[in-house]
């Protein structure tokens, strides 16, 4: 009950600070160092339902590893017994510990220190809603919202990482550019709703067909590009795309309709075709050239006499006087597309 006028000033003061603590919007809760809780605010209390510890004055003696016997930490996606034993260290050693904590379907921040040399003050957030929201942002900002596969962003970074991942331990990948054939035809026939499932398809056709240390990317329109972690190469690329090639075909169902596309695709291989991801996607765009050229529905793996000819036809390009000194003019689609990466 609130203090009255006869009350001394520390009890007022005492009462004061509890009351404050009370409506801070994180969970206070200072321990000794054994987990034995001396002080427990309201939000604390809450946010774990430990209404029996409320009372300051009849906090329980249980510590910390009492719990460990009870369902207090079910639903914990950490070791709480290994956490417990950082968190001490750390304090001990002068420094603070910050983590965020999944419990359930909660996230909570919490924020370890050593204070008065023998105590633990510790404060907990529920940040489940801003941790999700600043997820969903970063998710967006690296997946093309239509298949979920890793948008442009999302798989240059994927590709940075592997190349460096693969360059330490000397070993090879596969990269696969891959396009849809008569995807073109399905949007003019049937709207482009009906083009968004065939890609949507698409997705999850190349999601199923990928291994473990695979991941893929749609680059825009029909565009999709893959890398196969695999170190047995060219087999394991080999496989990928000829599976691919078998799911592609594959009807998928519209509106009563069954819309048929295929895929050309192109290969290259790290570090044979190149050690930057320029020259490897621009080296798999040429194969994936070279299997359209041949007819489409077909798979070609990158070979140096692609280069050379792509560069003849370069040079024969800028050598010629357009017709037109005004007229905008185009590289062919393989320079174009390796460009934009």
């Excluded at 008569?182 to 990928?210: E, P, S, W």
């Amino acid at each position: 009950m609130p203090p009255d006028d006869t009350d001394s000033l520390d009890t007022r003061t005492l009462h004061g600070l509890r009351l404050t603590l009370d409506h801070l919007p994180v969970g206070v809760g200072v321990f000794t160092l054994d987990g034995v809780p001396m002080y427990l605010n309201r939000p604390f209390v809450e946010l774990y339902q430990m209404h029996e510890w409320a009372d300051a004055d009849t906090l329980p003696t249980r510590n910390f590893r009492d719990l460990l016997e009870t369902d207090f930490f079910e639903g914990w996606k950490i070791d709480p017994e290994r956490y417990m034993d950082e968190v001490l260290a750390t304090v001990r050693s002068g420094r603070t510990l910050e983590n965020l904590i999944e419990q359930g379907d909660r996230i909570i921040r919490v924020h370890n220190q050593l204070i008065a040399g023998a105590y633990l003050l510790s404060t907990h957030e529920d940040v489940t809603a801003r941790v999700l929201a600043e997820r969903q942002v970063t998710y967006l900002a690296l997946h093309d919202p239509l298949t979920g596969l890793l948008n442009r962003a999302g798989f240059v970074s994927g590709l940075k990482e592997i190349i460096k991942r693969k360059a330490s331990g000397g070993q090879s990948f596969g990269i696969v550019s891959l396009d849809l054939d008569h995807f073109k035809d399905v949007n003019d026939l049937y709207g482009h709703m009906a083009g968004d499932a065939v890609l949507q398809a698409t997705g999850a056709r190349i999601t199923a067909a990928l291994g473990p240390e695979d991941f893929s990317g749609r680059l825009g329109g029909d565009e999709f590009i893959l890398v196969i972690g695999s170190d047995q190469q060219p087999s394991s690329v080999n496989l990928i795309a000829s599976r691919l090639q078998a799911e592609l075909c594959q009807p998928v169902a519209f509106e009563g309709r069954a819309l048929q596309v295929g895929a050309s695709i192109g290969v290259a291989l790290y570090p044979r075709d190149g050690t930057d991801r320029k020259t490897l996607i621009s080296n798999a765009d040429m194969a994936l050239y070279r299997a359209k050229r041949e007819g489409r529905g077909r798979a070609c793996m990158f070979d140096p006499a692609m280069d050379e000819h792509a560069r003849e036809r370069r040079l024969g390009f800028d050598r010629r006087e357009p017709a037109d000194p005004l007229a905008p003019q185009t590289s062919s689609p393989v320079v174009e597309r390796a460009q934009s990466m």
